[in-house]
């Protein structure tokens, strides 16, 4: 598995895919957080949802940096597709994980706010929810479930809408409405506890997405 993700990143890499999600990246979270007098989780908050639209290019850019004919050639020497998908998703949480210290950094270095221990946790966390949902959204926004580019888009729009806006879909809707809240809880430790579980759930999803993903694009490989 170590040399697959190795190549998937690699290839990611070589094909500078990369660029233009991580540039929207540092886009939004520029327009959204810069000298934000708000407190520092619902900071963090909007920071999060940058992490979200970024990681669903991400992950469709990492997916997407195969040619059909090198995909067919990766599936004939990995012999389980599964394990494609599986490189696919954790080669980009990890280069989403490299981003989400920026989404901390930048807002306390543009604007003025109360740093706390439990603040921080609650943006790390939070961060890395929405990275992992925004992978398995990237995963059925890309091929082989969707082949094509425009339906794509359009798809990878819907879906951050839906993860965002949907008041009953966990976990990133229900966790951002927290974060907003104004809640006291936010200043204590334990207020940190409610997003571990969040975490479990962004967690739950990308498996859950991972293997939709697998499903539907086993029958087009």
Not at 4 to 21: D, G, H, K, M
Not at 48 to 69: F, H, K, Y
Request: proline residues 6%; charged residues 10%; aromatic residues 6%.
């Amino acid at each position: 598995m170590k040399p697959l993700i190795r190549y998937t990143l690699a290839n990611l890499f070589i094909s500078q895919r990369f660029v233009p999600p991580t540039f929207l990246f540092f886009v939004l979270l520029a327009v959204l957080t810069s000298s934000d007098p708000s407190p520092l989780v619902v900071v963090y908050a909007a920071a999060s949802g940058c992490i979200l639209a970024a990681s669903v290019w991400i992950t469709v850019a990492v997916a997407n940096a195969e040619d059909p004919v090198g995909r067919w050639i990766l599936l004939a020497n990995t012999r389980r597709s599964s394990d494609v998908v599986i490189a696919t998703a954790v080669s980009a949480v990890l280069y989403e994980v490299l981003l989400c210290p920026v989404g901390l950094v930048y807002p306390l270095a543009t604007g003025h706010h109360k740093v706390t221990v439990s603040g921080l946790l609650i943006g790390t966390v939070a961060e890395l929810t929405c990275a992992l949902v925004g992978t398995g959204v990237g995963l059925l926004c890309a091929r082989p479930v969707i082949m094509r580019t425009g339906v794509s888009t359009l798809a990878g729009i819907a879906l951050i809408l839906a993860v965002l806006l949907v008041k009953q879909l966990p976990p990133v809707s229900p966790m951002l409405r927290r974060m907003t809240d104004g809640s006291s809880d936010h200043t204590t430790l334990t207020g940190v506890l409610p997003f571990a579980g969040f975490a479990v759930l962004g967690a739950a999803a990308l498996c859950s997405c991972g293997a939709l993903a697998h499903r539907l694009g086993h029958r087009r490989d």
